[in-house]
């Protein structure tokens, strides 16, 4: 007589694969019910492996969604710093044209408050 201790199916499912696997180690399941708990066992592995190469694909896309933005940040920048570029040249234009109507206007008092 087999020593069955475990129903097949929901009994491998409520007992786990530690205890399927010990079962099989120590030969309590033989037979028809042993190859079902190797099969329940394969298809675990494979659920497993397939979950494994899906997170795996995940974190590839998400991998290359921020290589994406980081690309995009640094566009990002490039442009900006080149506007503080072109914002810096107007203020030094800006500063120099200031510059020259102060002289001007200096000039002008002397040259007014002279000759009254």
């Known amino acids: 007589m087999e020593k069955e201790t475990l129903p097949p199916f929901d009994g491998f499912e409520r007992s786990g694969e530690a205890a399927v696997r010990q079962a099989?180690?120590?030969k309590f399941l033989?037979?028809?019910?042993?190859m079902s708990?190797?099969?329940?066992?394969?298809?675990?592995?494979?659920?497993?492996r397939l979950q494994s190469e899906a997170s795996q694909a995940e974190q590839i896309d998400i991998a290359r969604s921020a290589k994406d933005a980081a690309w995009a940040a640094a566009e990002a920048?490039?442009?900006a710093a080149n506007e503080a570029r072109t914002a810096n040249m107007?203020?030094?234009?800006?500063?120099?044209?200031?510059?020259?109507?102060?002289?001007?206007?200096?000039?002008?008092?002397?040259?007014?408050?002279g000759a009254s």
Do not use: N, Q
């Open 24 to 26: 099989i180690e120590d």
């Open 30 to 34: 033989t037979g028809g019910l042993r």
């Open 37 to 48: 708990a190797l099969a329940w066992l394969a298809r675990k592995e494979e659920a497993r």
């Open 77 to 79: 920048a490039r442009d």
């Open 90 to 113: 107007t203020a030094r234009l800006a500063l120099a044209a200031a510059v020259i109507a102060i002289a001007v206007s200096i000039i002008g008092l002397f040259f007014h408050g």
